[in-house]
Each structure stands twice: as structure tokens, then as C-alpha cells.
């Protein structure tokens, strides 16, 4: 079984809980209230030194970061990866895309040069 650390409001955080009830993996979810700094105590700090959620902690005892990170590592072996290069191509294409902060289509004003 492996634990999810995340903020119930965060959607990275949600993603990994969907991904894994998705593919049936066993976990328990632990919530972390960002807003009240429980990402800064000792104990998460120990567990994530970078402070930040989702934070997954595998069976075996290895902590894992990064919500594509933890996807990835969850699907591996499941039909959610495909097994073409190029589909897996696109398939990371899109989670790079996802957690892009500025996409530029999202931008509401023209970007002027310096």
C-alpha cells in the first residue's frame, strides 16, 4: 500500500488519488494543508526537503515527488502508458504541457520585448 501526502484542493494532488483508485493501487490519503504550513514541519521536511505536495510514499519506504513523476511511476506497466514511442511521446507531451505555469495561449496580454 503506498500513502498519498496532498492538499485535498490541489489538483496535482487530486490527479495522483485518481490515478491511483484508476488503476486500482491500494492507498491511504493524508491530508496536508498547505495554507497552514504543514508542508514546513519536521516531519513532511523529512520526507520531502523541497516541502511540497503531492508527496507519495511507495511501499518499499522510498518518498516520491512531482505529480507527473508520481504518475508515471504508478502507470508503469499499465495500459495508461502506451507502449508505442510515439504515443508515449504525445502522452508526455501532454503531461509537460499540463504543468507548464504560463502557456502561452492562456497569456492575456502580447509579450513586449525589452
Known amino acids: 500500500m503506498i500513502t498519498i501526502y496532498g492538499d ?53 519506504g522510498r518518498a516520491l515527488a512531482q505529480s507527473n513523476a508520481i504518475l508515471t511511476h504508478l502507470a508503469e506497466g499499465s495500459e495508461l502508458i502506451p507502449g508505442d514511442a510515439y504515443d508515449r511521446a504525445k502522452m508526455f507531451e501532454w503531461l509537460f504541457w499540463e504543468i507548464n505555469p504560463h502557456p502561452t495561449h492562456m497569456r492575456t496580454e502580447p509579450i513586449r520585448p525589452i
Open 8 to 60: 485535498p484542493i490541489s489538483g496535482n494532488c487530486l490527479k495522483v488519488k485518481w490515478t491511483a483508485e484508476r488503476l486500482g493501487i491500494p492507498f491511504t490519503w493524508v491530508d496536508i494543508d498547505v495554507v497552514k504550513a504543514e508542508t514546513r514541519t519536521a516531519e513532511f521536511l523529512a520526507l520531502n526537503p523541497a516541502g511540497q505536495v503531492p508527496t507519495v510514499l511507495l511501499a518499499d
